[in-house]
């Protein structure tokens, strides 16, 4: 297996339903300044600021203008989700629109700051969590957009291949609800195992009714199963553990969640605000800014597979 190049730890907002607060302050600001030069050449002629807000990242129905010298405010996990949008304020700078990015160390303050007005939006979570949240709240925050996923990884511990695998090789998958169902979808997609009729999402190891290697089903925290994988033939890890520990699914993993499985559309992050704010001019822009062209390059480029663009 190659060591990659050590990312910053993911936080794993797209993982699990289950993840506790860390703290009530955010860890940082940031902002996207606005680029001078671009401002000008939209303020030239009508001709230029045509041009500059009809291409990538852009939405035609938005009134850019009006925009012009306003700043949108979102809360957001510093990895990925913060860098991600500086890419976004990049193309949102082309219009004279500041992107303020406030980072939060935790998943509780950022619905919090946006339900009560602090921020315009937040990026750091995925549509279950969000759904759980809002139940346990009585929050009003709805998702706009669906942005990227963080898919498990098949990765080789001390068998190198699904060919080789023994009868009775250990096999180590999260042991929390969320993410051992979406192990053992992963493990049944590779033919190792044979699930229930309609477990989907909920599977547990009680659900595997074909096992034809005796593969031993080692549950675990997943945050050690990148640890063990030594002492284990095969482990499915989560995209944030598997970086922490410089594996990349793209080149390291046997096999990964597909952007088309059930599990990349249920746990994708997603773009969210409060009810009412689904259709403003700021949150339309930045919809436009998020699922451009250029965002879904950086996150190729960067990630190499542990971040997979969903749109």
Not at 15 to 38: M, V
Not at 159 to 185: F, Y
């Amino acid at each position: 297996m190659k060591k990659k190049k050590l990312l910053s730890g993911l936080l794993a907002a797209a993982l699990t339903l289950s993840l506790a607060a860390c703290g009530s302050a955010p860890a940082s600001e940031s902002t996207s300044a606005p680029a001078s030069d671009s401002t000008a050449t939209i303020s030239d002629t009508a001709t230029a600021e045509t041009t500059s807000l009809t291409g990538d990242g852009f939405d035609s129905t938005v009134d850019y203008e009006a925009l012009k010298g306003t700043t949108i405010t979102v809360a957001a996990s510093p990895v990925p989700h913060a860098e991600i949008l500086k890419v976004a304020g990049e193309i949102l700078a082309e219009a004279d629109i500041n992107l303020k990015v406030v980072e939060f160390t935790d998943y509780i303050q950022p619905n919090k700051a946006t339900e009560n007005g602090e921020v315009d939006a937040n990026y750091f979570q995925h549509g279950p969590y969000l759904e759980n949240f809002n139940e346990e709240n009585g929050t009003h925050l709805v998702s706009v957009a669906a942005i990227h996923y963080e898919p498990l990884g098949l990765y080789p511990g001390k068998t190198k291949t699904l060919d080789e695998l023994a009868d009775g090789a250990q096999i180590g998958v999260p042991n929390d609800t969320t993410n051992e169902a979406r192990a053992l979808q992963l493990l049944a997609a590779q033919g190792l195992i044979t699930l229930k009729d309609g477990a989907g999402l909920t599977a547990t190891k009680n659900d595997i009714v074909d096992n034809p290697k005796n593969l031993n089903i080692v549950e675990m925290e997943a945050a050690q199963l990148p640890r063990q994988l030594a002492s284990l033939d095969m482990a499915v890890i989560n995209g944030n553990y598997a970086t922490e520990a410089g594996f990349y699914s793209a080149d390291d993993a046997i096999a990964a969640e597909d952007a088309n499985s059930e599990a990349a559309q249920t746990y994708a992050n997603v773009l969210v605000v409060k009810e009412g704010n689904e259709e403003t001019p700021a949150t339309k822009a930045l919809i436009a800014a998020l699922k451009s062209q250029k965002v879904k390059d950086y996150i190729t480029d960067t990630y190499h597979g542990a971040v997979v663009a969903i749109f």
